[in-house]
């Protein structure tokens, strides 16, 4: 699994001009599931983006994660990160998973984060065509791989 990490002020993704998920402060999660991810790339990436310290404490550090801000989470799933462009000039998304695989775990990675969070995480819809909105705190923008565990 790959994911983009952005800590925000606000984010919202519509499909059809529909809001189907927004939170205010904490973080937008753009999710691509690989070809050969399993389970365990679920638990384990929930558990590093849950647990990430990139919320500031009381001096200003960043020191805290979204679970002790009580930050929101908005997932949504983006086949495209799992992108290659070795060959050309048209990406091949090859390593991206088939949907009967990646609907499944985007599925669990939704429940995981949301079992951290003691609270529902927001998301899309998987597989539809939508519009993302966000407002970038700091800005602060990281990519963890499963696969490469960071």
Known sequence: MRAVIQRVSSASVAVDGQITGAIARGLLVLLGVAHDDTPA???????????????????????????????????????TLLASTRKGTRPSFNDAARPEL?????????????????????????????????????????????????
């Open 102 to 150: 990646a609907e499944p775990l985007y599925a669990a990675f939704l429940q995981q984060v949301s079992g951290r969070l003691g609270r529902p995480a927001a998301s899309g819809v998987f597989g539809a065509m939508m519009t993302v909105s966000l407002v970038n705190d700091g800005p602060v923008t990281l990519v963890i791989d499963s696969h490469a565990r960071e």
């Open 41 to 79: 790339d679920v638990e384990w990436l929930a558990g590093k983006i849950c647990a990430l310290r990139i919320f500031e404490d009381d001096e200003g550090r960043m020191n805290r994660s979204v679970v002790e801000t009580a930050g929101g989470v908005l997932v949504v799933s983006q086949f």
